[in-house]
């Protein structure tokens, strides 16, 4: 079982997304209020504090959401969950992993700075399959591996 460390959202997307206190996962579209949900396959993104810290440790200032991850995460290994992997997000909310890594087409201000990006190797994407609310300190948990 892990943690969840932070809540992130933006208006719009491209942007670093910015903490909120507590958020609304909505079945078939994602965190509630933010530009990346919809009926797609990417509805949430997560990313580990562990691999936050990797690019701290490389000198960079960054914090939750600066990759522009809906869920930061500690004490769980997000890239070892298969495809088709569920998780209890908070006490209510089920997730399915849909894509480990993305690929990007546009170079943020991240690579940049450090010559290097986490989330596309290191973030995973869930779509939600159950509603409910999600905070700083939350439980996230497997319900089933695939």
Same mark, same amino acid.
């Given at each position: 079982?892990?943690? #969840?460390?932070? %809540?992130?959202? =933006?208006?719009?997307?491209?942007?670093?997304?910015?903490? #909120?206190?507590?958020?609304?996962?909505?079945?078939?579209?994602?965190?509630?209020?933010?530009?990346?949900?919809?009926?797609?396959?990417?509805?949430? =993104?997560?990313?580990?504090?562990?691999? #936050? *810290?990797?690019?701290?440790?490389?000198?960079?200032? %960054?914090?939750?959401?600066?990759?522009?991850?809906?869920?930061?995460?500690?004490?769980?290994?997000?890239?070892?969950?298969?495809?088709?992997?569920?998780?209890?997000?908070?006490?209510?909310?089920?997730?399915?992993?849909?894509?480990?890594?993305?690929?990007?087409?546009?170079?943020?201000?991240?690579?940049?700075?450090?010559? *290097?990006?986490?989330?596309?190797?290191?973030?995973?994407? #869930?779509?939600?399959?159950?509603?409910?609310? %999600?905070?700083?300190?939350?439980?996230?948990?497997?319900?089933?591996?695939?």
């Amino acid at each position: 079982m892990g943690e #969840i460390v932070a %809540v992130c959202s =933006s208006e719009k997307k491209g942007e670093r997304k910015k903490r #909120i206190p507590i958020g609304r996962l909505l079945v078939d579209f994602g965190l509630e209020g933010d530009a990346h949900g919809g009926p797609w396959h990417r509805q949430v =993104s997560l990313l580990a504090i562990e691999s #936050i *810290d990797k690019m701290r440790a490389q000198g960079l200032d %960054v914090n939750p959401g600066d990759f522009a991850e809906n869920l930061t995460t500690k004490g769980i290994d997000l890239v070892s969950l298969p495809v088709g992997t569920k998780i209890r997000v908070g006490k209510e909310a089920i997730g399915e992993v849909t894509q480990i890594g993305k690929e990007c087409h546009n170079k943020c201000a991240i690579y940049y700075q450090a010559g *290097d990006c986490v989330m596309p190797k290191e973030g995973i994407f #869930i779509k939600i399959l159950q509603a409910g609310e %999600v905070k700083d300190g939350d439980p996230i948990e497997l319900v089933e591996r695939l």
